[in-house]
């Protein structure tokens, strides 16, 4: 049978020609890439790490730690070695207490830990800023991270020999184009490329089995934002990233992957990263990884927690698949009441229908290896996954405003399961339906051949 999807809610109105959309298992197309990583884990207070296990649920491979040294004493460079003035050789200069006990926790729910070298944002910085000025001395910061590095990958001062492979230099320095209002980052723009001009080139020498880069750039909205409401800043983020990587090309400095973030709507999203490449294959860092480690579609708090919110977020990450990125860390997991918290409801610590848009994902992560299919539905996004010739699984995201019908054509393959969010269900167990309700993900997993 044929898998048809009318092309949007208007088009259903108007009686459209339907759209086909067919599922090819014996294609092979690629690797399935780690888009269901995340930002800051749901970590409860300072030591309460129950809802690890959720992100362990789903899969999740990567979790970003930026921002977490807000409310406590986590992960920023400044919380780890105090006093700047003291011997960066003597493990006694450490404070490594409270980050161990995350780092054990994330690890022990098979979630690596992607690192980021540098401090939290401090949103209050116009009236005083703390940790967000240019270190005193380039030389000895990356000599810190170091050590920070060698704790946690080879054992110094009582550490761990964990496998840590991303190591990222500083965020967003480029968030505002006045030193005074840059939330993070109290300097110009130039002393943060020497910065990591000095970082990367010892941190790599040290280090060469790593992945070393940055910058945790503030992304590409210029781009998708009318000229009538762009500002300064916009304009200072964009020419940063021409700006740092014609500085690195010119200098030669390691950069492993490059790293930046976006708060748009899932189609301008995935059409910036082309962009982000050709940026990256111009300066000759064609091998360079890209990493959107912060994203989230437009959030609102009219829109957190809701069936819409799950759909764009799985629409996202799947359409992020078909990109050239390499990995994607949604901004963030934090149980929170805030609109960059979209997977855990912080009054019972109940997933958000967002949440099971990770666990429908990391079904094609399982799998490993994408498979063909096709159409060009404006409303429908999908991917379908196997494990050689085992089981099959495909995702589909339908983010229009109307119930659109449905026919799945998975190539005589039996349908194992199927589970639905949207508006009225949670990751309910349905039968194969023969239609897509609005603001809605479906997970269909398959047996490798119908029965003979």
Same mark, same amino acid.
């Not at 493990?91 to 780092?103: G, I, K, Q, S, V």
């Not at 579609?297 to 799950?310: F, I």
């Given at each position: 049978?044929?898998?048809? *999807?009318?092309?949007?809610?208007?088009?259903?109105?108007?009686?459209?020609?339907? *759209?086909?959309?067919?599922?090819?298992?014996?294609?092979?197309?690629?690797?399935?890439?780690?888009?269901?990583?995340? /930002?800051?884990?749901?970590?409860?207070?300072?030591?309460?790490?129950?809802?690890?296990?959720?992100?362990?649920?789903?899969? *999740?491979?990567?979790?970003?730690?930026?921002?977490?040294?807000?409310?406590?004493?986590?992960?920023?460079?400044?919380?780890?070695?105090?006093?700047?003035?003291?011997?960066?050789?003597?493990?006694?200069?450490?404070?490594?207490?409270?980050?161990?006990?995350?780092?054990?926790?994330?690890?022990?729910?098979?979630?690596?830990? +992607?690192?980021?070298?540098?401090?939290?944002?401090?949103?209050?910085?116009?009236?005083?800023?703390?940790?967000?000025?240019?270190?005193?001395?380039?030389?000895?910061?990356?000599?810190?991270?170091?050590?920070?590095?060698?704790?946690?990958?080879?054992?110094?001062?009582?550490?761990?020999? +964990?496998?840590?492979?991303?190591?990222?230099?500083?965020?967003?320095?480029?968030?505002?184009?006045?030193?005074?209002?840059?939330?993070?980052?109290?300097?110009?723009?130039?002393?943060?490329?020497?910065?990591?001009?000095?970082?990367?080139?010892?941190?790599?020498?040290?280090?060469?089995?790593?992945?070393? /880069?940055?910058?945790?750039?503030?992304?590409?909205?210029?781009?998708?934002?009318?000229?009538?409401?762009?500002?300064?800043?916009?304009?200072?983020?964009?020419?940063?990233?021409?700006?740092?990587?014609?500085?690195?090309?010119?200098?030669?400095?390691?950069?492993?992957?490059?790293?930046?973030?976006?708060?748009?709507?899932?189609?301008?999203?995935?059409?910036?990263?082309?962009?982000?490449?050709?940026?990256?294959?111009?300066?000759?860092?064609?091998?360079?990884?890209?990493?959107?480690?912060?994203?989230?579609?437009?959030?609102?708090?009219?829109?957190?927690?809701?069936?819409?919110?799950?759909?764009?977020?799985?629409?996202?990450?799947?359409?992020?698949? /078909?990109?050239?990125?390499?990995? $994607?860390?949604?901004?963030?997991?934090?149980?929170?009441?805030?609109?960059?918290?979209?997977?855990?409801?912080?009054?019972?610590?109940?997933?958000?229908?967002?949440?099971?848009?990770?666990?429908?994902?990391?079904?094609?992560?399982?799998?490993?290896?994408?498979?063909?299919?096709?159409?060009?539905?404006? +409303? *429908?996004?999908?991917? $379908?996954?196997?494990?050689?010739?085992?089981?099959?699984?495909?995702?589909?995201?339908?983010?229009?405003?109307?119930?659109?019908?449905?026919?799945?054509?998975?190539?005589?393959?039996?349908?194992?399961?199927?589970?639905?969010?949207?508006?009225?269900?949670?990751?309910?167990?349905?039968?194969?339906?023969?239609?897509?309700?609005?603001?809605?993900?479906?997970?269909?997993?398959?047996?490798?051949?119908?029965?003979?």
């Amino acid at each position: 049978m044929k898998v048809v *999807v009318l092309a949007a809610a208007a088009a259903c109105a108007m009686g459209a020609d339907a *759209v086909e959309i067919k599922v090819d298992f014996a294609k092979e197309v690629g690797r399935i890439k780690p888009m269901h990583a995340v /930002g800051q884990p749901p970590l409860l207070g300072t030591r309460d790490y129950q809802l690890f296990r959720l992100l362990k649920e789903a899969g *999740v491979p990567y979790s970003r730690l930026h921002d977490l040294g807000i409310r406590a004493r986590l992960v920023d460079i400044p919380h780890l070695f105090p006093n700047f003035d003291a011997d960066e050789n003597d493990p006694a200069n450490y404070d490594f207490y409270f980050t161990d006990r995350l780092m054990e926790a994330l690890i022990a729910n098979g979630v690596e830990p +992607w690192f980021r070298l540098g401090v939290s944002i401090e949103n209050y910085c116009r009236e005083k800023a703390y940790n967000i000025y240019p270190p005193k001395d380039y030389a000895k910061w990356a000599r810190i991270c170091e050590h920070v590095i060698r704790h946690y990958t080879e054992g110094w001062a009582d550490g761990y020999k +964990w496998k840590i492979a991303y190591w990222e230099i500083w965020n967003e320095p480029d968030n505002r184009m006045d030193p005074i209002d840059n939330q993070q980052w109290r300097g110009t723009f130039p002393q943060f490329c020497e910065l990591y001009a000095v970082a990367s080139r010892h941190l790599k020498a040290k280090f060469p089995h790593l992945k070393i /880069g940055g910058y945790g750039s503030c992304g590409y909205r210029l781009l998708s934002t009318p000229p009538e409401q762009r500002d300064t800043n916009m304009y200072h983020r964009v020419q940063c990233i021409y700006d740092f990587l014609n500085f690195a090309k010119k200098e030669k400095l390691p950069l492993d992957f490059f790293s930046y973030h976006s708060y748009l709507a899932p189609s301008d999203t995935v059409s910036h990263v082309a962009t982000a490449r050709k940026a990256l294959d111009d300066a000759g860092y064609t091998h360079t990884e890209m990493s959107l480690n912060e994203w989230l579609p437009v959030p609102t708090r009219k829109t957190l927690g809701t069936a819409k919110q799950a759909a764009d977020v799985c629409a996202e990450m799947l359409g992020l698949q /078909g990109t050239a990125l390499d990995s $994607a860390m949604i901004y963030d997991a934090r149980c929170n009441i805030g609109i960059f918290s979209p997977l855990f409801n912080p009054y019972d610590y109940s997933p958000h229908k967002a949440y099971y848009a990770f666990r429908a994902f990391n079904e094609l992560y399982k799998r490993g290896t994408e498979v063909a299919s096709s159409s060009d539905d404006r +409303w *429908v996004t999908w991917v $379908a996954a196997a494990r050689g010739e085992s089981d099959g699984a495909v995702v589909i995201a339908h983010t229009g405003d109307a119930t659109v019908p449905l026919a799945l054509d998975i190539g005589g393959r039996k349908v194992l399961e199927c589970r639905m969010t949207d508006e009225t269900r949670t990751n309910a167990s349905v039968s194969l339906p023969s239609e897509l309700p609005p603001h809605s993900i479906l997970t269909v997993l398959t047996e490798p051949f119908a029965a003979r």
